[in-house]
DNA sequence: TTTCTTGCAAACGATTTGCACTTTG
DNA sequence: CAAAGTGCAAATCGTTTGCAAGAAA
């Protein structure tokens, strides 16, 4: 019930932290375009919140966008991960990692506890974990299948 | 002693295979750059890789090196991910992973075999996997340090 | 007021694409 | 020879940057 509500908060009381610890500063525009990103659970890139944000009727520059986005990554709200046309980004925590078929390039989120299990009980000597980002490469089973008969296109698109 | 042999046949191996396996032909320039790509043993960009390739005192163009390295992902031979300036190879196997600061975009390579006996455990329907890419993103000693007492400089730059 | 931010537009740079020419199978 | 691959150069497109004007603190 309260679940959205809590992780809006969370996100927001984390802005609002990193602003002041680091003597950064807070905008309108960086609220709204943190309030679209909450409206885009999925992986999105930076053109996709930046229409979010239009959506929103708010006019926020593109620049401004990928200004906000640096931040909410630094600030550990934001995960940014890389699709193979750029970067794409959801909002922490993700717990879901993707697979990503090298013939036809097709990605797939899975939920899944087990990696961020291990990661938690990894030490890091000089470094303290955030979040992290794993992709698993193979190949899906429609591609399997066609690869058993005719040639495949190796080409990934997205 | 032959561990560094038994790689190379191996990778040329996969490669073989999958040529015959997709009717993709075999060239020099494909034998070359996967030779080039051995001898960068770190995570190497395509134009590292290139570079490699002309100092072997061949002359193979960018965009061949391009169309190679996306044939040898998809044939398993090399890993991609991403740093903060487009994508990076290493040869398979790798069992390692990365960390990123958050602050200052350093990166690191950490030696862990962990993620990948949790990922042979895992079973997922309908995809075979091949190898994965884990970063871990956080913020490194240094930057924690500075971030004590001024206020730090989020942007990324490699 | 003094910085930090924004918006805009130009600059960048990694990657892709189109096409004529070569090479492999 | 037919299909694939290569080289070259131009085109793309996500991202960055410089700078003047506008708001936080």
Do not use: W
């Not at 979010?52 to 593109?62: I, M, N, W, Y």
């Not at 699709?83 to 993700?94: K, T, V």
């Amino acid at each position: 019930m309260t679940g959205e509500k809590h992780k809006q908060d969370f996100a927001l009381q984390k802005l609002t932290e990193y602003l002041a610890r680091t003597g950064r500063r807070n905008t309108p525009e960086r609220l709204e375009i943190l309030e679209a990103a909450r409206s885009l659970v999925t992986g999105f890139s930076v053109e996709e919140l930046a229409n979010a944000v239009a959506a929103r009727g708010v006019r926020v520059s593109l620049a401004t966008v990928y200004n906000a986005v640096e931040l909410f990554v630094a600030a550990g709200i934001l995960a940014r991960y890389f699709g193979s046309r750029g970067a794409l980004f959801e909002i922490l925590p993700a717990n879901r990692h993707h697979l990503v078929c090298l013939s036809c390039g097709k990605t797939k989120a899975v939920k899944d506890q087990s990696f961020s299990e291990v990661l938690r009980a990894r030490h890091y000597s000089a470094f303290t974990a955030s979040y992290f980002e794993m992709t698993v490469y193979g190949v899906c089973s429609a591609c399997a299948r066609k690869a058993k008969k005719t040639n495949i296109n190796t080409r990934i698109k997205k």
